[in-house]
């Protein structure tokens, strides 16, 4: 496999399930991010991890939990979420250029 | 405070038409400014970037050019194809960003182009 690519590509639970997102880069790449994408909405992001570590957590509410534990996987934990929480959760990494590549996106439904 | 703005949720061109989606920006602190696509489940894909200290740059059928004072980019497609109906991401990195290499994204325009 090349890439980013992302498990689940769908992904429907209850809210007071547990579940988790798996983003894996084949790119040797330092950084990688979640994103999520609403209707209608810019992309919104997340989390940004630099050589594992975290750097940036955009106010992201404490229910999306994420885990990076090498520079090439990426995971988001979710437990309690809400119906307003369904959206495309997008995972890129980057090198040293500003461009960033995308995995094809979890689309999630919380019901 | 959205800081970057593509106000043109969508636009209709015919194959073979220049296809011209817009994208505004009000922080003055950016200073690298990219195109990405996206077709339909799908991530976006980069497709063309655009330093501060250059006013245009080219990449086959696609061009974007910079107007600083303006604070205004814009993507040219010419000729238009059916194939490159996408929604199409207007993004901006630099100032405070720089360090975690991120960008601030607008809301997207939708491209059809039509046979």
């Known amino acids: 496999e090349t890439g980013v690519t992302q498990t689940p590509r769908h992904l429907v639970m209850g809210m007071t399930n547990k579940k988790s997102l798996k983003c894996e880069q084949h790119?040797?790449?330092?950084?990688m991010y979640w994103y999520k994408q609403s209707a209608k909405k810019p992309l919104e992001l997340m989390f940004v991890?630099?050589?594992?570590?975290?750097?940036e957590n955009n106010s992201v509410p404490s229910r999306f939990s994420p885990e990076c534990p090498n520079s090439s996987h990426l995971f988001l934990h979710l437990h309690t979420l809400q119906p307003e929480d369904s959206a495309l959760y997008l995972c890129?990494?980057?090198?040293?250029?500003?461009?960033?590549?995308f995995g094809p996106g979890t689309r999630l439904t919380v019901t | 405070d959205q800081q970057v703005k593509q106000n043109s949720p969508s636009l209709s061109v015919q194959e073979g038409r220049i296809s011209i989606l817009n994208c505004d920006y009000t922080n003055s602190m950016f200073d690298y400014f990219l195109w990405y696509k996206k077709y339909p489940a799908e991530g976006p894909t980069f497709l063309i970037s655009?330093?501060?200290?250059?006013d245009k740059n080219e990449d086959g059928r696609f061009t974007v050019f910079l107007n600083k004072s303006a604070k205004h980019l814009s993507l040219h497609i010419v000729p238009s194809q059916p194939g490159d109906s996408a929604v199409y991401f207007c993004a901006a990195s630099g100032g405070h960003n720089t360090n975690a290499g991120k960008s601030t994204f607008g809301d997207g325009t939708t491209l059809t182009v039509k046979p």
């Open positions: 655009i330093s501060s200290i250059k």
């Open positions: 890129a990494s980057r090198w040293n250029s500003y461009e960033q590549y």
């Open positions: 991890y630099n050589f594992k570590e975290q750097t």
């Open positions: 790119l040797g790449h330092n950084a």
